[in-house]
C-alpha cells in the first residue's frame, strides 16, 4: 500500500459475513476492533493493513453472558462493559478490576477484550493477564468452523493466530476461586503498567491454599504464570503466609524486558510487592 492512500474498511452485520470478508481477503485482511492499539501503528513502525474489516456492529460479539457456572465475553466487550457487567461477580474481581483499572476512561469505552488478546507484542495487556490466571479459554473461529484453545495455549500461538482467524469470545468457568488483581502504573495516566500481577487461588474448609494460580504480564513480552510461587503457596494458610517473602527468591524465574517506561530489572523487582498486594487484596475482601 503507498503511504499515501487510505486503506479499505468493510463493515460487516453479521459473523458470517465477517469471516467470508476476511477468508476472501487472505493476508491483505486484518479485523479492527477498538482501534486503540492499530491507530498506533505508524508510532511503531509498523504498516497499516491494506483492508480491516470493522467488528463493531456485530451484536453477538458484543454480548456477554453471565450464569452462576461460568461468563461468557464477547470479543467486541468494551473494559468498560466488562467492568460494569461483572459488578457483583466477586470471584471474578481480578478480570473486573483489570478492566476498570487499565489506560485511562476514553480507551476503556473503545479498547476491546478481543483486541487485548490480539495485538501482537503488546506486553502489557491487564485483560490477558487476568485471564490466564483464572484460566480462561478462548474460542477462535474461521469460515471453516470455531476452535476452543486453553488461555495458555493461545497466548502462545498468538502471533500464529493467522489469516481469516478471529477470536469470537473468551469463557471464564466459576469454580469458586477468589482472584485479584495488582498492577503498578506509570505517574502518566493513560500510560502502560510496569508490571501487573493477577491472581486466583482456591482454599480449603481450613483456609489453606489447595490451588494458586499466578498470572504475571508486562514483564516479559508475553504474560505467564510463575509457577514456581504456585508451587511454594500450596497448602500454606492464607491468613498466615508471607506472600512477598515467599516470591522474593523466585521473582530469577523472569528475565524482564527493557522499555521506555522501566529497566528489566525493574520490573522484576517489583513483583514480589506486587504480589503482596493481591494477595493482600483476597484475604481483605474475604474478611
Ligand atoms: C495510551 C494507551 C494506554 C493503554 N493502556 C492499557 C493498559 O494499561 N492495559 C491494557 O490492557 N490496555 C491498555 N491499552 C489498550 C490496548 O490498546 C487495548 O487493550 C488492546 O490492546 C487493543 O484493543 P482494541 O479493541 O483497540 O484493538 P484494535 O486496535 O482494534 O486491534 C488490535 C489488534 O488485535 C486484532 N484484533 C482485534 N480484535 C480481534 C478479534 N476479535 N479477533 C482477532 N483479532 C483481533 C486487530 O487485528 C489488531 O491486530 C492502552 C491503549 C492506549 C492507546
Known amino acids: 500500500m ?4 487510505s486503506p479499505a474498511i468493510i463493515v460487516p452485520e453479521t459473523l458470517a459475513d ?21 491507530m498506533r501503528a505508524p508510532l511503531r513502525d509498523e504498516p497499516m493493513a491494506h483492508a480491516y474489516v470493522a467488528l463493531g456492529r456485530i451484536a453477538e460479539l458484543r454480548r456477554i453472558k453471565i450464569s452462576a457456572k461460568r461468563v ?10 466488562l467492568a460494569a457487567a461483572l459488578e457483583r461477580c466477586d470471584d471474578l474481581a481480578a478480570l473486573r478490576n483489570a478492566a476498570a483499572q487499565s489506560a485511562n476512561p476514553a480507551i476503556r469505552h473503545a479498547a476491546t477484550v478481543g483486541g487485548n488478546l490480539c495485538a ?8 490477558a493477564t487476568a485471564l490466564l490466571g483464572l484460566d ?45 488483581h495488582s498492577r503498578l502504573p506509570l505517574r ?13 487461588v482456591r482454599l480449603d474448609d481450613a483456609d489453606r491454599i489447595v490451588e494458586a494460580r499466578i498470572a504475571v504480564g ?34 530469577d524465574r523472569f528475565t524482564g524486558r527493557d522499555g521506555v517506561e522501566a529497566p528489566g530489572w525493574y520490573r522484576v523487582h517489583v513483583l514480589p510487592v506486587l504480589v503482596g498486594r493481591a494477595f493482600a487484596a483476597l484475604t481483605s475482601a474475604a474478611t
Open 188 to 200: 502518566k495516566a493513560g500510560d502502560y503498567p510496569v508490571a501487573i500481577v493477577s491472581v486466583a
Open 18 to 38: 465477517a469471516l467470508a470478508s476476511l477468508a476472501e481477503l487472505g493476508a491483505d485482511g486484518t479485523p479492527l476492533a477498538g482501534g486503540t492499539w492499530i
Open 2 to 5: 503507498s503511504p499515501l492512500s
Open 72 to 81: 461468557e465475553i464477547g470479543a467486541s466487550a468494551t473494559h468498560a462493559m
Open 120 to 127: 501482537r507484542r503488546f506486553p502489557a495487556p491487564d485483560l
Open 218 to 251: 508486562s514483564v516479559e513480552g508475553v504474560p505467564r504464570r510463575w509457577t514456581a510461587l504456585e508451587e511454594a503457596l500450596a497448602g500454606q494458610p492464607i491468613a498466615a503466609v508471607d506472600v512477598a517473602a515467599i516470591a522474593r527468591p523466585r521473582a
Open 136 to 180: 480462561a479459554s478462548v474460542e477462535v473461529a474461521d469460515a471453516a468452523g470455531s476452535e476452543r484453545l486453553t488461555m495458555e495455549a493461545f497466548l502462545a500461538a498468538r502471533g500464529a493466530l493467522g489469516p481469516g482467524r478471529i477470536v469470537t469470545k473468551v469463557i471464564v468457568e466459576r469454580t469458586g476461586h477468589r482472584s485479584a
